[in-house]
């Protein structure tokens, strides 16, 4: 059997970046950018007020203080008509464009308005300020970026501040690597929906909703296939349609019991293996292998049908291949370095991940705390965990104070 290393080192090779789509500006947040972009423009694309308060030449204020005449008031979205001379000023609002002859900006706090009698005159100012010089509060054009900058670089992750600086230089379209389309088949006789009540021998199914969660979590983009019973048939048509998918996860159905016919069906559907079973717990049953029809490839994941073990599995394995398809590197979760809280029995060859809670201290300093845990089907005690401990293989004791891997899970 494979390690967890060798596991995903197999998986991450197969998983390639899904060709770039262009796609409307709304549709990109949380994608990474498939092409340079260059702005069209010079941001600001004049120069402008950054306060509100008075365009002035600055020399008329050489002695901190003078009385002006007002000539008009300018506010963002209109354009200075008249220009401003010695012993004049225009009234202007953050934003708007600096009229000609104005060479710096009075703050409103800084003055006072005198009306004239006159409704055809806007008055006078009068500025006390002695700190007025030329380029004062004044964002000169081109400051941000200019007229064939290179505003963002292919491969840069898509957040909000990128997105607004798509918006600024006019992108309404961009190319960029979509999010993978997963598929999530949960198998099973035992199973019903969660809005179902169970009858003698059967439980809800935890694991769609579960899956689909952590898939969206991760950057993919779920569709919840239902619940296939143990028969070829149903196995075999509602996997067909998952094949359709970038990725297709099935939950159940890998081990090795009378009923567990997911592998047999895979082959038949000409989906190639790469393995099954990992030096893994929970997780062991664990199957993995491509489709490829002509230019379409999916990545198929067979998890343990427990759903703790389809959960972990899918933490280890599905989400940085997700990663990759999307374009990203695949690290999946963070891992950390840990002390220790409490003594921790590990037995046996398989690498062991066992919920635990960690604890940053002010100093980032973390300690692991595992969690009362009764196995790969106790999902409420998960609950409690906000990390897993990573126990490689081997009979020991792992004793307090030790350093310990961690892997640290989504947070709310």
């Known amino acids: 059997m494979l390690s967890v290393d060798e596991a995903l080192k197999l998986i991450l090779a197969r998983a390639q970046p899904l060709a770039a789509r262009t ?101 006078t100012v009068f500025i006390r300020d002695a700190d007025v010089r030329a380029g004062r509060n004044i ?18 992750p898509l957040r909000a501040i990128e997105v607004g600086i798509l918006a600024e230089v006019g992108r309404a379209v961009v190319a960029a690597v979509p999010r993978p389309r997963v598929a999530i088949l949960a198998t099973g ?45 149903d196995l075999r048509a509602r996997i067909a349609s998952g094949l359709q998918a970038d990725v297709l996860i099935l939950s159940g159905g890998v081990s090795a019991g009378v009923l567990d016919l997911v592998p047999s069906i895979l082959k038949e559907l000409k989906v190639a293996e790469v393995f099954h079973k990992l030096r893994l717990k929970p997780g062991k049953p664990m199957w993995f292998g491509v489709a490829q029809r002509e230019a379409h490839q999916t990545l198929v994941f067979g998890l343990p049908g427990n759903p703790v073990s389809s959960y972990v599995c899918g933490e280890l394995f599905v989400r940085p291949a997700l990663e990759r ?53 106790d999902l409420r005690g998960l609950t409690a965990a906000n990390a897993l401990l990573s126990l490689p293989p081997g009979d020991r004791v792992f004793h307090a104070g030790e350093i310990v891997d961690l892997v640290l899970l989504d947070q709310a």
Not at 144 to 151: H, N, P
Not at 331 to 347: E, F, I, K, P, S
């Open 23 to 123: 796609m409307a500006l709304a549709d990109v947040d949380g994608l990474i950018l498939a092409e340079d972009v260059a702005s069209p423009i010079d941001s600001p694309p004049y120069d402008k007020s950054i306060v509100d308060g008075y365009a002035v030449v600055a020399a008329d204020l050489a002695t901190g203080e003078a009385r002006l005449r007002i000539l008009e008031e300018v506010v963002a979205g209109e354009v200075p008509r008249a220009t401003v001379t010695a012993g004049t000023a225009t009234r202007i609002m953050t934003g708007a464009p600096i009229p000609a002859g104005a060479d710096a900006v009075v703050m409103v706090e800084r003055t006072s308005h005198h009306a004239h009698t006159d409704a055809h005159h806007l008055g």
């Open 139 to 156: 964002l000169r054009r081109g400051t941000s970026l200019c007229a064939g900058d290179v505003v963002l670089r292919c491969g840069a």
């Open 189 to 233: 006789n035992e199973l019903v929906e969660p809005d179902q009540t169970p009858a003698a021998g059967q439980i809800r199914n935890s694991n769609g909703p579960l899956l689909a969660a952590a898939v969206r979590a991760g950057g993919g983009d779920p569709l919840l296939l239902g619940i296939a019973r143990d028969s070829e048939e």
């Open 325 to 377: 398809l999307a374009g990203r590197p695949g690290h999946g979760l963070r891992r950390l370095r840990a002390t220790l809280a409490r003594d921790v029995q590990q037995r046996g060859d398989r690498h062991t991940f066992l919920p635990a809670v960690c604890h940053l201290s002010d100093q980032d300093q973390a300690r692991a705390e595992p969690v009362t845990w009764h196995g790969s089907a």
